[in-house]
């Protein structure tokens, strides 16, 4: 069964931290992972897709990696700012039109 | 629009009711997905269009969720006899082909709550 498992569940860290988000996942044939960005009260926006061929990818102060041998995720976000407080969800696509699979999210919570 | 609308915000029915809910997706996106997401979860597949027609609708749970899409763009998404465990935040999202590689954008959902 295809599914995306992240850790840990919830985070609090202080401003100004760095922290690293976990995603493992059995979603196959595999064609590309995101991790979403999910505030309060809002709709999901992406902040970083993968494929296959890729290992890492930044955007801004978010470096995401995979490593699709053991199909395992990370997303790093370093001096973390208040504004980051929010749900960080992993979801990775099969290929083919196939529905995408989500992980249930790591609540982060920065905190001053 | 600039994004993907989504209307009511919030909406609160009795059990047993009848709610439609309303998605406005981006201009020339092609397809249209549905999810619910309850508390402290990741959004659950729902169904998907392509155009008008829905490309898989393997999500809905049971046969009194219903959705549409008539012309292509604006989608309905349907609930017959509402029970209290549809409550759940609905959300919405579309992309300009399929689902991928293509990027989903969300609206910022539906908070059902049945009573």
């Known amino acids: 069964k295809n599914q995306v498992e992240q850790s840990p569940q919830s985070l609090i860290i202080l401003e100004g931290k760095n922290c690293t988000l976990q995603c493992n996942y059995t979603v196959s044939p595999f064609s590309n992972l995101r991790w979403y960005k999910q505030d309060t009260g809002r709709g999901p926006v992406s902040l970083t897709i993968?494929?296959?061929?890729?290992n890492t990818k930044s955007n801004g102060r978010y470096t995401a990696t995979l490593d699709a041998d053991t199909k395992q995720s990370s997303l790093h976000i370093t001096a973390s700012q208040l504004s980051d407080s929010a749900s960080y969800i992993c979801v990775v696509s099969a290929r083919g039109n196939t529905p995408l699979v989500f992980g249930k999210g790591t609540r982060l919570s920065v905190i001053a | 629009g600039a994004g993907v609308s989504q209307t009511p915000s919030n909406k609160v029915t009795e059990k047993g009711k009848y709610v439609e809910l309303r998605c406005d997706p981006i201009s020339g996106h092609t397809a249209l997905y549905w999810y619910r997401q309850s508390l402290g979860q990741g959004p659950e597949f729902l169904i998907y269009f392509q155009g008008t027609g829905a490309a898989d609708d393997s999500g809905l749970p049971n046969d009194r969720f219903f959705a549409v899409r008539p012309e292509g763009s604006v989608s309905t998404l349907k609930i017959q006899r509402t029970e209290r465990g549809d409550s759940a935040v609905y959300l919405c999202?579309?992309?300009?082909?399929?689902?991928?590689?293509?990027?989903?954008?969300f609206g910022p959902g539906t908070r059902l709550t049945v009573l």
């Open positions: 999202a579309s992309s300009i082909l399929g689902p991928g590689t293509d990027t989903q954008y």
């Open positions: 993968m494929t296959f061929s890729e």
